[in-house]
């Protein structure tokens, strides 16, 4: 499985919009980029997921370079609602239904 | 809808005590997981069912975590002797189908601290 790499911590202001950039160097070609957000006390949902190039949906969007190693989870307009961990998770769609995480970035948004 | 829910929430237990956790996935959900998640860090694999079937179970820690879906629906996570190191949340998904394609549907997740 293709190993991620995201920052531990990042602070932000309501109003402002974040980027939370994710590494995985090792990246198959049938692995897909899938985020998640997980709030204190609550079981991670899902947020995005793609292959390439631009996802977006109503919550966020999804940017990812035509090398597909790395990938940024754009969030606009956070409010302190925001405040959690995110998730990068990478894999192939067709090996197996488990996810696996790795320690996540938390956000933090201020007023 | 419902969602995924667990219960108990919160759950109490002394060192060799045995424990078991319920899983009420969403109804029609196919496929069903369990998860373990310590403090500070993300969550980890350890059970998957396809209905009734167990199809992976590489992730129990030990021979004392069983689960159980007799049914196809109910999941039930049971840990016998427990052990300190076996506080953590532990966390219930579902999805429609398999595949990662399906969106996986977590519940709340039970606390367990072993005491």
């Known amino acids: 499985l293709a190993k991620t790499t995201q920052p531990i911590s990042m602070d932000s202001y309501e109003g402002q919009e974040v980027n939370i950039t994710c590494s995985h160097n090792n990246i198959a070609t049938n692995d897909y980029i899938t985020w998640y957000q997980q709030f204190p006390s609550q079981g991670p949902r899902f947020i995005i997921q793609?292959?390439?190039t631009k996802v977006t949906n109503e919550v966020a969007s999804l940017f990812i370079p035509a090398d597909r190693k790395s990938s940024t989870l754009s969030l606009p307009r956070v409010s302190l609602s925001d405040t959690a961990v995110y998730y990068c998770l990478v894999g192939d769609r067709g090996a197996g239904n488990m996810l696996t995480f790795g320690g996540g970035t938390r956000l933090m948004v201020k007023p | 809808g419902a969602g995924v829910s667990q219960s108990p929430r919160y759950k109490v237990a002394k060192r060799g005590q045995d424990v078991a956790l319920r899983c009420d996935p969403i109804?029609?959900?196919?496929?069903l997981f369990w998860y373990q998640q310590a403090l500070g860090q993300g969550p980890e694999f350890l059970t998957y069912?396809?209905?009734?079937?167990?199809?992976?179970k590489s992730g129990l820690p030990s021979d004392r975590f069983f689960a159980e879906r007799p049914e196809g629906s109910v999941s039930t996570l049971k840990i016998q002797r427990t052990q300190q190191e076996d506080s953590a949340v532990y966390l219930c998904?579902?999805?429609?189908?398999?595949?990662?394609?399906?969106?996986?549907?977590f519940g709340p997740g039970t606390r367990l601290t072993v005491t």
């Open positions: 998904a579902s999805s429609l189908r398999e595949g990662l394609e399906y969106e996986q549907y």
């Open positions: 069912f396809q209905n009734e079937a167990q199809l992976d």
């Open positions: 109804s029609g959900h196919v496929s």
């Open positions: 793609g292959y390439k």
